[in-house]
């Protein structure tokens, strides 16, 4: 029998994030473990009239791409994989790996060249969400792999996932949609801003986001959701900013990250652990090193760190920023073959300023019509 959340969870996919139209081109994608949600997605789209591609995933094939990729296929980019992202009107991507740490060994210069190599698909992907020409969802199935990482049971981090995705609720739909009306606000006091400043343990850290756009994010692109980003300014990001919590990619966990800029581009990249991995990153094309996206945490049902980034940079009354390309739709110009989210911690010890004025301390909006508990 189907967990009643996983029917409340498609349906919200598949009607309200990427609200699909009968006749309308839907390609849904995961791991073969989520089978239960990928199934639900499909019934429902199928009922909305919806033309139904379906990608299923299985375990082992990026360890081996990594182990026994030649320089041709590393610098392979799928022409199949391009069409589909210039074609598709809408997009579902349910992750769910078994094993989150199987890529832990996988040399990062090979990593990095598959990434640099298939930047123009990911632009595309970019390019076409921000025209809204493709809408997109992607959101988390519980397995046992992510409830370890999380250091829950598995059935602990079920409800963890639910909960935050508010699908206790009898109608989840409503709820994001009074949570959207609150953090719109948020957006639109902080379009009128010049520039943001955090000040945290071991972070001082000022970013220009003059003329940029904040995006309200409610659940439409990420799920579940609970943040508002911009692209910071290029060239307009000075100090440094200690990041609270591991930072994950790809697998990949670096501990203790700190960062420096200056005038935009990374001066000083440090980690107690997984230091070769992020330079390696932070080098891999030209703009690795610029900051992509700067974002409050506004998801006041996540608390805990779990080593999810979906859900981690949304922890209420948290900061993340992200190296590498940025999102069209905020006016950033930041184009690479990395997206990198790290997240700060400002419950503690920290405030946040828009243009000399304090906006957030200890994690607490100081307006208090913007998100809270």
Known sequence: MTD???EKLARLLV???????????????GHACASPLLRECYRHAIRKGALVEVNVAIDGLAEIFYAEANSQQLAYASPFREFRMRKLDALINVWGDTNTRSLTNADPKKMAAFAAANKKIGQIFLDRAA?????WVGTQWPTNAAAQDAEMSLEEYENFVFKAGHLDDADPIATWKRISASQKALAA????CKQIRIEAPDTDITLGVGGRRWINCDGHENFPDGEVFTGPVETQVNGH???SFPAIHHGREVNGVFIEFKNGKVVKAQADKGEDFLRAMVAMDARSSYLGELAFGTNYNITRYTRNTLFDEKIGGTMHLALGSGYPETGSVNKSGLHWD???DTRKKAKVFADGNLLLENGRFVNKSFPHP
């Open 241 to 243: 900013i200690r990041f």
């Open 342 to 344: 790290m997240v700060c």
């Open 189 to 192: 006091a902080l379009n009128k």
């Open 4 to 6: 009643p959340r996983v």
């Open 15 to 29: 009607e309200y994030s990427v609200s699909i139209k009968k006749g309308k081109m839907l390609g849904i994608s």
């Open 131 to 135: 025209k809204k020409e493709l809408l």
